[in-house]
């Protein structure tokens, strides 16, 4: 079982490393952004998935130094990409309960010299539960800056349509459980068309996650969907693989 302890360590012996997952332009087929994704590289067990660590960094308060290591080291690989590719970075909602995101984000960009223009954070509509002013303070404060905001695993919790209303968000990530079962289900067909044209009516871009399939994909491009993200172009990679991943064909 993994411990408080163990993670300090790791943070401590640098085991942590930002993974990159290409997002497609669907209508166009190129690279539009990498997703940022934290890797634990162990030196017994291997490579440790976020979900196994993730839920213990955010009760211990250890994600505030994790996010920072991530933020922090995708801004300066991204910095080196061309300037056509963005950068989307997770953040937990206890990173954003914390007064000092703004200055780590601002931090972040002047060291790596990233501009912010080229940065989407990712939040889950969790973050927006907490629904306080300071919330929305934070958001629209970002948004200034020029980095833009994207929901992410849309559809995964509730009332997200009062959330569209509350934020203007750039972006909707259409949660990969829509999306693994849309050749099958109907019904995720018409939840995949209706997130689809109410981003087209709203001016927001839409992401279908999890695309692992030319099926699924010509059904997304039939939609109207935005972007696309999935093993069918790329698993995250180190960021050594991201010049391979930008000049794959797809
Ligand atoms: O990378 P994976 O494919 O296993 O990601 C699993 C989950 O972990 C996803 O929900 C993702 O949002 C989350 N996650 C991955 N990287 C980060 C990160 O840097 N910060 C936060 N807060 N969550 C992350
Ligand atoms: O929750 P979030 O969307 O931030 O995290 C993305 C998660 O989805 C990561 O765990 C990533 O490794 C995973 N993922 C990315 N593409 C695919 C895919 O095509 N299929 C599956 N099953 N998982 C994927
Ligand atoms: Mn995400
Ligand atoms: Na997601």
């Known amino acids: 079982r993994l411990l408080e302890m163990d993670l300090r360590a790791a943070l401590q012996r640098d ?23 934290l890797r634990w590289n162990h030196p017994q067990r291997g490579l440790i998935a ?3 660590f993730i839920p213990l960094a955010e009760e211990t308060g250890l994600i505030l130094q994790l996010g920072e290591f991530v933020l922090r080291s995708a801004c300066t690989d991204a910095a080196t ?45 969790s973050v927006l539960l907490q629904n306080s002013e300071a919330t929305l303070a934070t ?43 849309l050749a099958t289900r109907e019904d ?21 996650e999890g695309v692992e399939n030319d099926a699924q994909l010509e059904l997304l ?6 972007q696309a993200q999935g093993y069918l172009f790329s698993k995250p990679r180190p960021a050594s693989d991201v010049a391979v991943m930008l000049n794959r064909p797809r």
């Not at 007064?99 to 972040?108: F, H, K, T, Y």
């Not at 995720?188 to 279908?208: F, H, K, Q, Y």
């Open 15 to 37: 085991e942590f490393e930002a993974y990159y997952q290409p997002i497609r332009d669907v209508a166009s087929g190129r690279v539009v952004a990498f997703e940022a994704l």
């Open 50 to 52: 976020p979900i196994d």
């Open 81 to 125: 990409w061309p300037d056509d590719v963005d950068l989307a970075v997770n953040l937990s909602p206890v990173q954003f309960k914390n007064p000092n995101l703004i200055a780590s984000v601002i931090a972040a960009l002047a060291a790596s010299g990233l501009d912010a223009r080229r940065l989407e954070l990712e939040i889950t509509e």
């Open 139 to 181: 958001l629209h404060e970002l948004r200034a800056m020029g980095v833009r905001i994207s929901l992410d695993d849309f559809g995964t919790g509730y009332s997200s349509l009062s959330y569209l209303r509350s934020f203007p968000f750039d972006k909707i990530k259409i949660d990969r459980s829509f999306v693994s079962e």
């Open 188 to 208: 995720s067909m018409a939840i995949i068309r209706a997130v689809t044209g109410l981003g087209r009516s709203l001016g927001i871009v839409t992401t279908a």
């Open 221 to 226: 491009r039939r939609e109207g969907c935005t």
